[in-house]
């Protein structure tokens, strides 16, 4: 679980049935068992209307606690960018009754509701619960160029190469923590880099 | 008899100074000799004359200086400018209420004339004289909030409400005090503040979000914030950060007097009439320490403030490099007298 912070990083719950017409799940890696522990609290038939999107990730594993499922739609995806044109496609096109439930690392929690959001679903509206990496997707507000997997502090910007202080402040638009240069004032200071997003 | 407006910039050589009229109307921001955050928001009305509420917007010495400022930023970087779709009626509602103030308060700089949905808009100081048709964007060279935004001193934040909330879904900061409009827009109330220490456990911004989403039409509220700045530049964005920190490290007990500049957020809280929007401009006053000291009221009150600022807020405020040798140097202009009350000099 993420410690406590302030209040525009995102908090996570658990995944709970809704009522809706539609299910649509996205999930990566341990997220898979996030869903199959709330399937034991939905009511029969509840994955006869779910969809399921799902990246493994690298370790490739849990697709046969979804396939167990027996939910109307499973689909696997080799990453979060392959994914995107469906999921853009299936949320344009989705109607009243649809409900969002999203699994997994933050990075893929972040970058699912940024695409639901600009679909006009209401952020309070979507189901999430963090499941694994505490990884950061982080935007160096300088370039504006977002760093995937941040996992030090400082972390150095993949695309300028600036060392940035990773801050709890979140933004939903652009789904990443805000990475501000940690030695502005004297480039001379080179603070220690933990490992501390695991 | 109008404003004589400076010729100055706010980087490079950086040669913004207050003449002695505007020393005398700076708004000092501290009514003691100590600082506490408080929901300091009172009724925006018409001020004493001479000082910078004599109007509800006020235009100043360094209008001209600080547009051309502005469109240097926004040429360099042009997020800095946004609104996000729903918010097109707000700029109308904002450019309605900025070109109403400024040719209300200064009829020698600006005019508007309306004649239906038909308005001509003369700005002297920056020799604009446009005809538009308002509410069609299609009539201006910017969106209205950019447009009447470019001739306007301060930031401008619009704020938008819906579920009990304030949602910052458009503005222009250009002269913020390190945060990014581009990184914060579409956030609601009490995510853009979250970075700020201290004030969320104080319940501050429950009761200020209260107070705004309350505000009433024809009613503004403003409130005084404030911070330092070294030179005189009004760009002290994050997206720049690491181009004006290093000032920072520059400050001497030599060049305090100089370098160091009080900077002073005049906040106002406007409700929007066709959008119900609330617009929030904030509008920048720097002064430098030498100024500041020919007011011996204000110089013996500084140095107090800083010296018992707790560290938590000194360091939000990015004072923590250079404290040391600004107290140093106030401590010199403080003989231990007390200060009168109230903001002004004596």
Not at chain 2, 86 to 99: F, K, P, Y
Request: charged share 25%; net charge negative; with cysteine.
């Amino acid at each position: 679980m993420a410690a406590k912070s302030i209040i525009s990083r995102p908090v996570y719950g658990t995944l709970s049935p809704q009522p809706g017409k539609h299910h649509l799940f996205i999930a990566d890696a341990e997220g898979a068992l996030a869903i199959a522990e709330m399937a034991g609290r939905a009511p029969p038939g509840f994955f006869g209307d779910a969809e399921i999107v799902f990246i493994p990730g690298p370790h490739g594993k849990h697709t046969a606690a979804l396939e167990a499922l027996k939910s109307a739609q499973l689909h696997q995806a080799p990453s979060f960018a392959s994914l995107l044109p469906r999921l853009r496609q299936t949320l344009a096109n989705a109607h009243m009754g649809l409900r969002l439930y999203l699994a997994g690392t933050e990075g893929l929690i972040g970058q699912a509701m940024q695409v639901a959001l600009e679909a006009g679903i209401d952020h309070t509206s979507i189901q999430t619960e963090h499941r694994g990496s505490l990884a950061r997707r982080m935007q160096c507000v300088h370039c504006k160029g977002i760093t995937e997997n941040v996992t030090t502090q400082p972390a150095t910007c993949a695309h300028c190469g600036l060392l940035l202080l990773v801050r709890d402040h979140y933004s939903r638009r652009i789904a990443a923590f805000q990475g501000v240069c940690i030695n502005a004032e004297d480039r001379s200071e080179i603070p220690p880099m933990e490992e501390i997003f695991r | 008899m109008g404003i004589t407006f400076r010729k100055e910039t706010f980087r490079d050589d950086f040669t913004f100074k207050n003449s002695p009229e505007h020393i005398r109307r700076f708004p000092f921001p501290f009514h003691e000799d100590a600082y506490m955050y408080a929901v300091n928001i009172e009724p925006h009305v018409v001020g004493p004359r001479g000082s910078v509420l004599e109007n509800l917007i006020d235009v100043d010495e360094h209008y001209v200086a600080e547009m051309q400022d502005r469109a240097l930023v926004l040429a360099e970087d042009p997020l800095r400018c946004q609104s996000l779709p729903h918010m097109t009626l707000a700029g109308w509602d904002l450019l309605e209420l900025l070109m109403e103030q400024q040719a209300l308060g200064y009829p020698e700089h600006f005019t508007l004339t309306r004649d239906g949905d038909r308005w001509r808009w003369i700005n002297r100081p920056l020799g604009i004289d446009d005809t538009f048709t308002f509410g069609d964007t299609s009539t201006l060279p910017y969106g209205p909030m950019e447009y009447i935004t470019r001739q306007s001193q301060g930031d401008f934040c619009i704020l938008d409400q819906r579920d009990g909330n304030l949602w910052m879904d458009a503005g222009m900061v250009t002269t913020q005090a390190d945060w990014s409009l581009d990184f914060d827009i579409g956030m609601n109330f009490f995510e853009w503040h979250a970075p700020v220490p201290l004030a969320h456990e104080k319940g501050i911004f429950v009761r200020a979000l209260k107070f705004l989403t309350n505000i009433q039409q024809g009613k503004p509220a403003r409130r005084l914030n404030w911070t330092m700045t070294i030179n005189p530049r009004l760009d002290t964005s994050p997206e720049n950060y690491h181009k004006w920190g290093p000032d920072r490290a520059t400050v001497t007990p030599e060049n305090v007097g100089d370098k160091v500049h009080l900077r002073v957020e005049l906040q106002s809280f406007w409700r929007l009439p066709r959008s119900n929007g609330i617009v929030f401009p904030i509008r920048c006053y720097l002064i430098k320490m030498d100024e500041l000291a020919t007011q011996p009221k204000w110089a013996r009150r500084l140095h107090r403030v800083i010296r018992d600022l707790p560290d938590e807020l000194a360091n939000y405020k990015g004072l923590t490099r250079y404290r040391p040798a600004l107290v140093e140097w106030l401590s010199k202009l403080d003989d231990g007298s007390a200060t009168s009350q109230g903001f002004g000099p004596d």
